[in-house]
């Protein structure tokens, strides 16, 4: 198997690995640290995290510019890009522990209003230990970028993997001789040193690479930083998209706020991973169709095929979440947050997950936009409407908390979703009314009618426990694997379907 394949799949484990040990471990976390400690680890770790924006995108430029260098033969080229980039990551560094010591200085204690004088002081600790992690993370991430433009996949990410299971473990141990919020980010940073430690030294004893400088010119800065700007756009908008609400509410909010709202972010960013895990087995192939100059129609129905099988997927999890939600959200953190905060951590991952869907389902845009090189309409949209949606959801937050915060967000996400829907139809040429016309074909009657059963199981299988909420789950799952299977999918889809289990049912034949 080749480092791409195996790349691919340890990419899709790590989905996984990070999707299930987090709902298992976060009510962990939850009951030993509490609501408020756990709430001030949430806003910290958002806020210093805004700061690692100063990474302009300069790990994904590596990848690029690793990889163009090794095509073309040249060492000496690429030991000048190494050596210049690691003078912008130092510098970068630099002002990173310069932003934090001034905001710890002169602004922490007037920010956070909303908290005592024993959670400032744990807030502190947290940001001064944080911003040292992230001083040293963005080099050190420039290790595994290099990695990645060597093609040396498998590395990286099965330390990734490793890394996960250990710090869970030992995260477990520690909280369990009671351990606190601090103690995680403790952990964090020393497993941090330890996988920068360990990829430098792959990099430079396995991979033999070299870095010095030959020649340093600031034409060649702007030709790096031209690449990574768009990068950098993005890496924006999900901060505003992801981050920006813990700001706010890390202001005016007390930290228990701060935990429902990180609660419902949580589960509305597991939603968004299972379709990533599906539909970027197939993007690949689509943006080969694009630069292959596809027609519109084209386009269209590779896009639909993608988009259906996303879908497919998300409306299981969404109808069940509907249904089944505030019960899970209620025996996951319920001891912690509340019958009152546990409803409304559920609100808001169901707010997330309504208005993400379309932008879930419609990622091959983002495809094809990357090959047209028509990139910057959508990120400049994005940006402004996710800066307009913060701002409104800081007004609505003094009166509605968690929801209104996340409110203003949506309402940003969904003008920008319906303004990009007439962009690629009228500018990109692709064919948005067929699109949605074949993507709910057949499967909105699936979702209608097990959202209606759905309704009555919660009646024949009343209860509140997890056993209930395990036979409630499942009696769901077979009817709308049956429904999907027998009315819902097409004969592409279900031949998808008969392959995918092809090696599993000749084992069983063999038995």
């Not at 060597?150 to 890394?163: C, G």
Request: proline share 2%; aromatic share 16%.
């Amino acid at each position: 198997m080749s480092q791409l394949k195996k790349g691919a799949f340890l990419n899709y484990a790590t989905i996984f690995l990070t999707n299930v040990v987090g709902i298992l471990l976060t009510p962990f976390i939850l009951s030993h640290i509490g609501a408020s400690e756990y709430g001030i680890y949430l806003t910290i770790g958002a806020l210093v995290g805004t700061i690692s924006l100063l990474d302009f995108g300069l790990n994904n430029t590596i990848v690029r510019f690793v990889a163009k260098y090794r095509a073309q033969k040249d060492s000496k080229g690429e030991e000048n890009f190494l050596a210049v980039t690691m003078r912008i990551f130092f510098v970068i560094s630099a002002i990173i522990v310069i932003l934090g010591v001034l905001f710890y200085t002169f602004f922490i204690d007037s920010y956070f209003t909303k908290m005592n004088t024993e959670e400032m002081k744990i807030a502190k600790t947290i940001f001064v230990i944080l911003i040292f992690n992230l001083s040293i993370s963005l080099p050190g991430a420039a290790f595994t970028g290099i990695c990645y433009g060597y093609e040396a996949f498998v590395f990286p990410k099965t330390l990734n993997i490793i890394r996960y299971i250990t710090r869970s473990l030992t995260v477990v141990a520690i909280l369990t001789l009671g351990g606190k919020a601090i103690a995680l980010v403790v952990i964090d940073t020393i497993f941090n040193v330890v996988i920068i430690i360990t990829t430098l030294v792959f990099v430079f004893k396995k991979l033999k690479v070299k870095i010095k400088l030959h020649e340093f010119s600031f034409r060649f800065v702007k030709q790096i930083f031209s690449y990574s700007g768009w990068i950098f756009i993005f890496a924006l908008v999900g901060i505003f998209q992801w981050s920006a609400g813990h700001w706010v509410l890390g202001r005016i909010s007390v930290p228990e706020v701060l935990t429902i709202y990180g609660i419902g972010i949580t589960l509305g960013s597991y939603y968004g991973a299972f379709s990533t895990a599906i539909s970027g087995v197939f993007l690949p192939r689509a943006t080969q169709m694009s630069v292959a100059n596809a027609t519109g129609e084209e386009l269209t129905t590779m896009m639909i095929k993608i988009a259906r099988l996303s879908f497919i997927v998300l409306m299981f999890i969404f109808g069940g979440f509907l249904l089944f939600g505030l019960q899970f959200v209620n025996l996951w953190v319920g001891t912690e947050l509340g019958e009152e905060g546990s409803y409304q951590s559920w609100v808001i991952a169901l707010m997330i997950m309504a208005a993400y869907t379309l932008p879930l389902v419609q990622g091959f845009g983002n495809s094809i936009l990357e090959a047209k090189s028509k990139l910057a309409f959508k990120a400049i949209l994005y940006l402004s409407f996710m800066i307009l949606g913060t701002i409104l959801g800081a007004y609505l937050a003094r009166d509605y908390g968690a929801i209104g915060m996340m409110s203003g967000s949506i309402i940003g996400w969904m003008i920008v979703q319906n303004v990009m829907n007439f962009y690629y139809h009228n500018t990109i040429g692709l064919n948005m009314i067929r699109f949605f016309k074949e993507l709910v074909h057949k499967i909105i009657i699936v979702v209608f009618i097990c959202f209606s059963l759905g309704y009555f199981i919660n009646t024949w299988v009343p209860g509140e426990g997890w056993l209930n909420f395990i036979q409630k789950g499942a009696l769901y799952t077979l009817i709308y694997s049956i429904l999907t299977y027998f009315v819902g999918i097409n004969a592409f889809e279900k031949q998808l379907f008969k392959d995918a289990f092809k090696p599993v049912l000749k084992r069983f034949k063999k038995t």
